[in-house]
């Protein structure tokens, strides 16, 4: 057994003397109990002290080169699309650079299959992270792709998703180099600019020609990882709504004394407390939601607030903006007619401003009737791991993807991972990242073989609308 095979089956071991702890607590043996808690922490220490030199991996290595190319958004990315098609070179693979916007470069590495006719499989990420400087208090700097003898990366873009680019490319490696060949193309797409919207980058891409001449069949995005030993799947985003409130009113001298409703500040007052008490309702709502489904509320935060000139001028205006992420069953029209209204109640000269507003994004199908999902379950099954589908509370491109009637999953194989995207201190567990590759390896294959008489022709029928009502 190699080192890093006995450290998994140490894990592995741990695991199941966990699960195993409930059934033994049941049947009062807690002596037992202590037992096995006491071998696991023997492994654990074990495993601590069994260091392995993962810089000495050549998956680690092209992993660590991407960590270290700065891909902050509006950045330059030309460094990360030399990156790229150095490692499309190395595997003699084509690549493509498609520049919709000028400074966006989308870039795809192709992977042809047996069956050029079926429609494809498109395994998404993005280049690009969000900002990071090392005096927000970094241990390492955050470009550095430090390698920790506790077996972890650090840096910006290890969870936030330069880990699943590389799984992917490491996953499609491996399967070349021992000659499978897969029924489907599967094409690895890298975007420029998830991080603020996507305007550049999925929107364009969906709508070009490009996009259609790859003819993808289902699409697979980015998750997130849980402290948890299953992997979540998104099947559902939640989509952004941001609004700004402007109030006016009469302005005047400190010194004098309008009623409150006449004044700017008053009339946001009225807006901020009907909102925060529609806040409160949803709150409600969140608290007893199932930890599956952040889609059955609707979350909405007051995160700007500007008025004022000088300490002694009652102000002429105000303005406030909220970030509102749409419950999965919200009908827009009625929401923004709800707002509308709320915004009509308080006595005039108050506007709304959508700063943002996305169309709310169908849910890809899970269940039997879904033969994509059915393909990666009994992946998963046969991996011994665990999926488990699940709407998360933010939202990713797999939103746009859906929306062009395409079914998406979402989905980072970082179990038992605590979530550090975009916080200080982003690392990953290189363990974990090399796992990764193995249940991809696992995952692509069956869901690239599915045949036509499988899936049929038609993407759309595997989404569905869930805010019809
Ligand atoms: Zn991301």
Redesign the pocket.
């Given at each position: 057994m190699s080192s890093t095979n006995c450290k998994r089956f140490l894990v592995a071991k741990c695991v199941v003397l966990i699960k195993h702890r409930y059934i033994i607590c049941q049947s009062n043996k807690v002596n037992k109990m202590k037992y096995h808690i006491g071998v696991c922490m023997f492994l654990a220490a074990l495993h601590a002290t069994s260091a392995v030199d993962y810089s000495t991996y050549p998956e680690v290595t092209r992993f660590r080169e991407y960590v270290q190319i700065n891909t902050t958004t509006g950045g330059d990315l030309e460094p990360a699309v030399i990156f790229w098609k150095k490692l499309a070179a190395a595997q003699n693979v084509s690549i493509s650079v498609v520049e919709l916007v000028e400074g966006c470069p989308i870039v795809i590495l192709s992977w042809p299959g047996n069956d050029p006719t079926l429609s494809s499989v498109m395994l998404n990420s993005?280049m690009d992270v969000v900002p990071a400087v090392e005096s927000d208090g970094w241990t390492y700097p955050p470009f550095s792709g430090q390698i920790t003898s506790d077996g972890n990366i650090w840096g910006r873009g290890t969870q936030?998703?330069k880990s699943v680019a590389i799984q992917y490319y490491e996953a499609m490696s491996r399967l070349k180099a021992k000659g499978v060949t897969l029924e489907r193309n599967v094409y690895m797409t890298l975007m420029p600019d998830?991080?603020v919207g996507a305007e550049c980058g999925m929107i364009p891409f969906l709508q070009s020609k490009e996009f259609a001449s790859l003819n993808v069949g289902v699409e697979f995005d980015?998750g997130t990882p849980y402290p948890v030993p299953f992997i979540p799947l998104f099947y559902q985003d939640k989509v952004v709504w941001q609004i700004q409130v402007d109030c006016y009113g009469v302005a005047a001298h400190g010194s004098t004394f309008p009623p409150t409703n006449a004044t700017a500040t008053g009339k946001c007052q009225n807006v901020i407390n009907t909102l925060l008490k529609f806040r409160d309702e949803q709150y409600e709502i969140y608290t007893t939601a199932p930890e599956t489904d952040a889609g059955v509320y609707t979350s909405i935060n007051l995160n700007k607030i500007n008025a004022g000139t000088a300490n002694n001028v009652i102000p002429s205006h105000m303005s406030a903006v909220f970030d509102i992420r749409l419950g999965t069953k919200v009908n827009e029209t009625s929401f923004a007619k709800q707002l509308s209204d709320w915004i009509e109640t308080s006595d005039g000269n108050v506007t709304i401003t959508y700063l943002l507003k996305n169309q709310q994004s169908p849910a890809t199908l899970i269940g039997d009737s879904n033969p994509y999902w059915v393909a990666i379950a009994q992946a998963a099954q046969d991996l011994g791991i665990t999926v488990v589908p699940l709407v998360p509370p933010g939202s990713?491109d797999a939103r746009f993807v859906r929306l062009a009637r395409i079914p998406a999953f979402g989905f980072s194989p970082m179990p038992m991972t605590e979530l550090l995207?975009h916080a200080v201190n982003e690392h990953l567990s290189l363990e974990t990242f090399l796992n990764g590759i193995d249940i991809y390896e696992g995952i692509i294959p069956a869901v690239a073989n599915l045949s036509l008489s499988d899936v049929g022709a038609e993407p759309s029928v595997y989404v569905y609308d869930t805010n019809s009502s």
């Open positions: 993005h936030d998703m998830e991080e980015e990713t995207l």
